[in-house]
């Protein structure tokens, strides 16, 4: 809560400035901004979820396929911006970062509930459980709050902006001619 998650916080947020050093709007587009929503979003549901419900098998499996999906996307992001624009090594290490975040903060989960954990496999002492319940113990209000400004400030509205000044560049379009 105070360590995986600003440290998340401050990837995403370099990540942000390095596209904005690269010149992102007119070397590949808003087409590479919305892939970073997209990736916020594989991110943002197992957060949420961590975040208002109770950690169950149902909990961890979707950690578990989110962190699985992002990777795929992360790939394809890869891939699509090293077409059009320079990643600098910079930006590879802070990519590794937002690769490795996701995954750091699922073997917390799973450590703090590894009973659960366990279950999916049928194994352990406990039954699987599937259910979408909210935590008994609701986080301080205080802490979520702080969480969900951040995520707006850092995250979200960044990617945000770099969409549409990608759109803006490119008058509605999402690929720029010289990333064709």
């Given at each position: 809560?105070?360590?995986?998650?600003?440290?998340?916080?401050?990837?995403?947020?370099?990540?942000?400035?390095?596209?904005?050093?690269?010149?992102?709007?007119?070397?590949?587009?808003?087409?590479?901004?919305?892939?970073?929503?997209?990736?916020?979003?594989?991110?943002?549901?197992?957060?949420?979820?961590?975040?208002?419900?109770?950690?169950?098998?149902?909990?961890?499996?979707?950690?578990?396929?989110?962190?699985?999906?992002?990777?795929?996307?992360?790939?394809?992001?890869?891939?699509?911006?090293?077409?059009?624009?320079?990643?600098?090594?910079?930006?590879?290490?802070?990519?590794?970062?937002?690769?490795?975040i996701p995954l750091m903060a699922?073997?917390?989960?799973?450590?703090?509930?590894?009973q659960q954990f366990l279950a999916?496999?049928?194994?352990?002492?406990?039954?699987?459980?599937?259910?979408?319940?909210?935590?008994?113990?609701?986080?301080?209000?205080?802490?979520?709050?702080?969480?969900?400004?951040?995520?707006?400030?850092?995250?979200?509205?960044?990617?945000?902006?770099?969409?549409?000044?990608g759109l803006v560049a490119n008058?509605?379009?999402?690929?720029?001619?010289?990333?064709?």
């Amino acid at each position: 809560m105070y360590f995986i998650l600003p440290l998340w916080l401050l990837a995403g947020f370099a990540d942000w400035i390095c596209h904005r050093a690269s010149h992102i709007e007119t070397a590949t587009g808003a087409k590479e901004s919305l892939i970073h929503l997209l990736m916020f979003a594989e991110v943002g549901i197992p957060l949420l979820a961590g975040i208002f419900l109770e950690i169950n098998a149902l909990i961890i499996s979707v950690m578990i396929a989110a962190f699985f999906v992002h990777e795929a996307t992360a790939l394809w992001d890869v891939s699509y911006a090293t077409t059009a624009r320079e990643v600098t090594p910079i930006e590879q290490h802070v990519h590794s970062f937002l690769e490795m975040i996701p995954l750091m903060a699922i073997v917390c989960v799973v450590s703090l509930h590894w009973q659960q954990f366990l279950a999916l496999f049928g194994l352990g002492s406990q039954a699987p459980r599937f259910d979408l319940t909210w935590k008994a113990q609701p986080l301080p209000i205080g802490y979520v709050a702080a969480l969900m400004t951040m995520i707006v400030i850092f995250e979200f509205l960044p990617y945000l902006e770099e969409l549409v000044r990608g759109l803006v560049a490119n008058r509605g379009k999402l690929v720029p001619p010289k990333a064709k």
